[in-house]
């Protein structure tokens, strides 16, 4: 059986056998990836993505960063003076919302935003939303967003936390996006703070968890 990418521990498999895909759950942290015969290749994910409708237009997405902002980044407010919005899409909504806050926002997404501005820079906030449930190496992505971190800086994250049941797993919405490979659960977070020189200071159910940069560079 294959390990955990977190934590690397024994793991489960689970079989969605309508349509012929096998995921592994970790028995220590819980998170849940994708077996990688199954990813959809670049194309694929890019066709997806571009199907997306994300934008000031669609009042429903625009109220749910307003209620990400103020759940998750308005306690820190006065600490922050700049922010990378990491993953931002076609259309980045939160770095304009954030912006209307007086921040300084740069972006960044694979497809839509591909220039990495972030490089030898450092921000007092990063966010990621709806992001780390499309990465195969969930590790090394949080480890170059504490690298682009200044000294007690905030990465803040939104993606949905998965049942601790097989078959709500199965059975859930979130998980039959072709896109979503990685599902973490609070404590898979709390492991990867620790490897990467972050402390986990909120955990706000089902889908945010805020960090907090602590010590040195990690390389």
């Not at 024994?10 to 970790?26: G, I, P, Q, V």
């Not at 006065?78 to 912006?99: D, Y």
């Not at 939303?129 to 590790?139: A, D, G, M, R």
């Not at 979503?180 to 609070?186: D, E």
Request: charged fraction near 25%; charge should be neutral.
């Amino acid at each position: 059986m294959f390990q955990c990418k977190i934590c690397n521990s024994t793991t489960s498999k689970m079989s969605d056998n309508k349509k012929n895909l096998d995921y592994y759950r970790c028995q220590n942290c819980g998170f849940i990836y994708l077996d990688n015969a199954y990813m959809v290749d670049k194309e694929r994910e890019k066709a997806h993505y571009d199907k997306h409708e994300n934008s000031f237009e669609s009042l429903g997405y625009v109220e749910m960063f307003e209620k990400f902002i103020a759940k998750a980044i308005e306690p820190y407010l006065k600490t922050i003076e700049s922010a990378l919005e990491f993953g931002c899409g076609s259309g980045p909504v939160l770095a304009e919302l954030l912006r209307h806050r007086g921040l300084s926002v740069d972006q960044y997404d694979l497809y839509y935003f591909p220039k990495k501005v972030y490089e030898g820079k450092q921000y007092d906030l990063i966010t990621s939303t709806e992001v780390f449930e499309h990465l195969k190496n969930p590790i090394s992505i949080l480890t170059t967003l504490v690298n682009s971190l200044n000294s007690d800086g905030y990465i803040v994250l939104m993606t949905q936390f998965p049942s601790a049941e097989d078959k709500e797993f199965l059975d859930w919405w979130y998980r039959r996006d072709i896109t979503h490979i990685s599902f973490f659960t609070p404590k898979s977070f709390e492991i990867m703070a620790e490897k990467v020189g972050l402390n986990v200071i909120q955990i706000i159910k089902p889908n945010i968890v805020v960090f907090q940069k602590q010590g040195k560079k990690i390389n």
